[in-house]
Protein backbone atom coordinates (compact mmCIF):
# COMPACT_ATOMS: atom_id res chain seq x y z
CA UNK A 1 0.00 0.00 0.00
CA UNK A 2 1.91 3.31 -1.08
CA UNK A 3 2.15 6.05 1.61
CA UNK A 4 -0.84 8.33 0.19
CA UNK A 5 -3.38 5.52 -0.28
CA UNK A 6 -2.35 5.03 3.82
CA UNK A 7 -3.18 9.18 4.07
CA UNK A 8 -6.01 8.83 2.26
CA UNK A 9 -7.50 6.03 4.21
CA UNK A 10 -6.52 7.94 7.76
CA UNK A 11 -8.60 10.70 5.98
CA UNK A 12 -11.81 8.66 5.82
CA UNK A 13 -11.64 8.95 9.94
CA UNK A 14 -11.70 12.51 10.06
CA UNK A 15 -14.04 14.67 11.85
CA UNK A 16 -13.98 17.30 8.66
CA UNK A 17 -16.89 15.56 6.16
CA UNK A 18 -15.22 17.18 3.42
CA UNK A 19 -11.82 15.50 3.64
CA UNK A 20 -13.96 12.39 4.46
CA UNK A 21 -16.01 12.98 1.12
CA UNK A 22 -12.86 13.80 -0.72
CA UNK A 23 -10.71 10.70 0.48
CA UNK A 24 -13.84 8.34 -0.91
CA UNK A 25 -13.13 9.81 -3.94
CA UNK A 26 -9.75 9.50 -4.32
CA UNK A 27 -9.70 6.50 -3.19
CA UNK A 28 -12.10 5.18 -5.46
CA UNK A 29 -10.74 6.95 -8.23
CA UNK A 30 -6.92 5.36 -7.36
CA UNK A 31 -8.58 1.88 -7.04
CA UNK A 32 -7.39 1.52 -3.60
CA UNK A 33 -9.10 -1.86 -3.08
CA UNK A 34 -7.34 -1.97 0.18
CA UNK A 35 -9.32 0.52 1.46
CA UNK A 36 -12.98 -1.42 0.19
CA UNK A 37 -13.79 -2.17 4.01
CA UNK A 38 -13.22 1.65 5.41
CA UNK A 39 -15.46 2.35 2.27
CA UNK A 40 -17.82 0.29 3.15
CA UNK A 41 -19.08 1.51 6.08
CA UNK A 42 -19.07 5.20 5.29
CA UNK A 43 -21.80 4.23 3.04
CA UNK A 44 -24.02 4.74 6.22
CA UNK A 45 -21.89 7.70 7.27
CA UNK A 46 -23.94 10.36 9.16
CA UNK A 47 -23.00 13.32 6.54
CA UNK A 48 -25.08 12.86 3.09
CA UNK A 49 -21.78 13.73 0.89
CA UNK A 50 -19.78 11.39 2.54
CA UNK A 51 -22.61 8.38 2.36
CA UNK A 52 -22.58 9.62 -1.42
CA UNK A 53 -18.72 9.47 -2.06
CA UNK A 54 -18.53 6.31 -0.53
CA UNK A 55 -21.28 5.20 -2.54
CA UNK A 56 -19.16 6.49 -5.68
CA UNK A 57 -16.12 5.28 -4.06
CA UNK A 58 -17.50 1.50 -3.71
CA UNK A 59 -18.93 1.41 -6.95
CA UNK A 60 -15.08 2.66 -8.73
CA UNK A 61 -13.83 -0.64 -6.95
CA UNK A 62 -16.78 -3.20 -8.23
CA UNK A 63 -19.05 -3.20 -5.52
CA UNK A 64 -22.30 -2.34 -5.34
CA UNK A 65 -23.36 -0.08 -2.20
CA UNK A 66 -25.81 2.48 -4.12
CA UNK A 67 -28.78 3.37 -1.62
CA UNK A 68 -31.57 5.11 -3.84
CA UNK A 69 -32.81 6.63 -0.74
CA UNK A 70 -29.49 8.28 0.46
CA UNK A 71 -29.43 10.21 -3.56
CA UNK A 72 -32.18 11.06 -3.76
CA UNK A 73 -32.39 12.76 -0.44
CA UNK A 74 -28.70 14.81 -1.61
CA UNK A 75 -30.66 15.87 -4.86
CA UNK A 76 -33.24 17.45 -2.63
CA UNK A 77 -30.89 19.21 -0.34
CA UNK A 78 -30.30 22.49 0.36
CA UNK A 79 -26.38 21.81 0.30
CA UNK A 80 -25.06 22.83 -2.91
CA UNK A 81 -22.05 20.39 -2.46
CA UNK A 82 -24.07 17.40 -1.48
CA UNK A 83 -25.90 18.00 -4.99
CA UNK A 84 -23.17 18.65 -6.95
CA UNK A 85 -21.67 15.16 -5.40
CA UNK A 86 -24.90 13.40 -5.94
CA UNK A 87 -24.68 14.55 -9.86
CA UNK A 88 -21.30 13.23 -10.00
CA UNK A 89 -22.30 10.29 -8.50
CA UNK A 90 -25.00 9.10 -10.60
CA UNK A 91 -23.10 10.51 -13.63
CA UNK A 92 -20.86 7.95 -12.98
CA UNK A 93 -22.95 4.85 -12.16
CA UNK A 94 -25.17 5.26 -14.66
CA UNK A 95 -25.99 1.52 -15.63
CA UNK A 96 -27.14 0.15 -11.61
CA UNK A 97 -28.62 3.22 -11.31
CA UNK A 98 -31.13 3.26 -14.16
CA UNK A 99 -32.91 -0.11 -13.22
CA UNK A 100 -33.21 1.71 -9.41
CA UNK A 101 -35.02 4.51 -10.76
CA UNK A 102 -38.21 2.46 -12.31
CA UNK A 103 -40.41 1.75 -9.05
CA UNK A 104 -40.01 6.08 -8.95
CA UNK A 105 -42.72 6.28 -11.13
CA UNK A 106 -45.09 4.57 -8.97
CA UNK A 107 -44.57 6.28 -6.02
CA UNK A 108 -44.92 10.11 -5.30
CA UNK A 109 -45.06 12.80 -8.19
CA UNK A 110 -42.27 14.69 -6.83
CA UNK A 111 -40.07 11.02 -6.49
CA UNK A 112 -41.29 10.32 -10.21
CA UNK A 113 -40.18 13.88 -11.58
CA UNK A 114 -37.23 13.76 -9.95
CA UNK A 115 -36.20 9.88 -11.11
CA UNK A 116 -37.25 11.62 -14.67
CA UNK A 117 -34.76 14.86 -14.24
CA UNK A 118 -32.55 12.28 -13.36
CA UNK A 119 -32.91 9.92 -16.08
CA UNK A 120 -32.74 13.20 -18.33
CA UNK A 121 -29.82 13.96 -17.05
CA UNK A 122 -28.23 10.72 -17.04
CA UNK A 123 -29.16 10.24 -20.76
CA UNK A 124 -28.46 7.62 -23.20
CA UNK A 125 -30.39 5.03 -25.07
CA UNK A 126 -31.33 3.23 -21.60
CA UNK A 127 -32.40 6.19 -20.04
CA UNK A 128 -34.60 7.05 -22.79
CA UNK A 129 -36.22 3.75 -23.11
CA UNK A 130 -37.14 4.05 -19.87
CA UNK A 131 -38.79 7.99 -19.77
CA UNK A 132 -40.44 6.48 -23.22
CA UNK A 133 -42.37 3.73 -21.30
CA UNK A 134 -43.32 6.12 -18.42
CA UNK A 135 -47.32 5.95 -18.17
CA UNK A 136 -48.22 8.65 -15.46
CA UNK A 137 -51.62 8.93 -13.90
CA UNK A 138 -50.43 12.54 -12.51
CA UNK A 139 -50.91 15.73 -14.90
CA UNK A 140 -47.09 17.44 -13.73
CA UNK A 141 -45.42 14.24 -14.31
CA UNK A 142 -46.80 13.94 -17.70
CA UNK A 143 -46.29 17.27 -18.71
CA UNK A 144 -42.49 16.63 -17.46
CA UNK A 145 -42.00 13.55 -19.70
CA UNK A 146 -43.81 15.63 -22.29
CA UNK A 147 -41.23 18.08 -22.26
CA UNK A 148 -38.22 15.84 -21.71
CA UNK A 149 -39.15 13.70 -25.02
CA UNK A 150 -39.70 16.41 -26.83
CA UNK A 151 -36.31 18.24 -26.17
CA UNK A 152 -34.31 14.79 -25.63
CA UNK A 153 -30.95 15.21 -27.79
CA UNK A 154 -30.95 12.20 -30.49
CA UNK A 155 -27.06 12.79 -30.20
CA UNK A 156 -25.01 10.36 -28.69
CA UNK A 157 -22.48 11.58 -25.99
CA UNK A 158 -18.92 12.44 -27.14
CA UNK A 159 -17.34 9.75 -25.54
CA UNK A 160 -19.26 6.81 -26.84
CA UNK A 161 -18.25 7.47 -30.29
Known sequence: MTAPVRALIRSLGSKDRHERAQAAI????????????????L???????????????????GEDRISTERLLSAFKSDDEALVQQAVQTVSAIVPPLIPRLTPLFSQSSADAMLALKLLEEVGGSEALQVIQAVRPKDEGVRKLVEEILEDWDDEPPEDTV
Open 43 to 61: VDDDAPIVAVAAMFACWKL
Open 26 to 41: QLGEQRATSALGSLRD
